[in-house]
T-cell receptor, first 113, second 113 residues
Framework: QKEVEQNSGPLSVPEGAIASLNCTYS??????FFWYRQYSGKSPELIMF????GDKEDGRFTAQLNKASQYVSLLIRDSQPSDSATYLC?????????????FGQGTILTVHP | EAGVAQSPRYKIIEKRQSVAFWCNPI?????LYWYQQILGQGPKLLIQ????????DSQLPKDRFSAERLKGVDSTLKIQPAKLEDSAVYLC???????????FGQGTRLTVV
């Protein structure tokens, strides 16, 4: 099983809708998760992080973490065409691999006008 | 604050040649990562340093890849000899400490012909 897994999509939503991106992880010792946005031809950019169970909101972005289900998600409200990018979920492993930052394969999001 | 610096930005080499990439992390960041990103995939961790010590290199093809981080600051990643399948973007990232989000440089796009 991959350490961090995303449904690769692609996901297409209309402008103004909510985009929901999901990620599961295998290491129960993982304590924190990160969402990165990567535009075509660019390097990943850190946009959200979450360390505890529940929701964390930052502007139009909400990250959700459910440690019992080993599930993390990112919601983008009022999606804009400029949000069109690949979204990468990443988590550091726990235990003996503490701090190893592993990425999922990414979900391609397209927001159409 | 200056970001992660990488060079070169682009490199084209023939198979069986050698190549080296350089990375200067954000000042004060103890953790440094090298990732390989093949088109359409998420970044794959090659090696992680904590100061000048290796934390994880389980996915580094050690028969051809090597990396070092002298004095706990700059790092170099070398491939010798290169294979066609090494064509990818090589990303360097740094983090203030393990378990925190990492910030990426612009990457080096390597093409092996």
């Amino acid at each position: 099983q991959k350490e961090v897994e995303q449904n690769s999509g692609p996901l297409s939503v209309p402008e103004g809708a909510i985009a929901s991106l999901n990620c599961t992880y295998s290491d129960r010792g993982s304590q924190s998760f990160f969402w990165y946005r990567q535009y075509s031809g660019k390097s990943p950019e850190l946009i959200m992080f979450i360390y505890s169970n529940g929701d964390k909101e930052d502007g139009r972005f909400t990250a959700q973490l459910n440690k019992a289900s080993q599930y993390v998600s990112l919601l983008i409200r009022d999606s804009q065409p400029s949000d069109s990018a690949t979204y990468l979920c990443a988590g550091p492993a726990g235990g003996t691999s503490y701090g190893k930052l592993t990425f999922g394969q990414g979900t391609i999001l397209t927001v159409h006008p | 604050e200056a970001g992660v610096a990488q060079s070169p930005r682009y490199k084209i080499i023939e198979k069986r040649q050698s190549v080296a990439f350089w990375c200067n992390p954000i000042s004060g960041h103890a953790t440094l990562y090298w990732y390989q990103q093949i088109l359409g995939q998420g970044p794959k961790l090659l090696i992680q340093f904590q100061n000048n010590g290796v934390v994880d290199d389980s996915q580094l093809p050690k028969d051809r890849f090597s990396a070092e981080r002298l004095k706990g600051v700059d790092s170099t990643l070398k491939i010798q000899p290169a294979k066609l399948e090494d064509s990818a973007v090589y990303l360097c990232a740094s983090s203030y400490e393990q378990g925190r989000g990492a910030f990426f440089g612009q990457g080096t796009r390597l093409t092996v012909v």
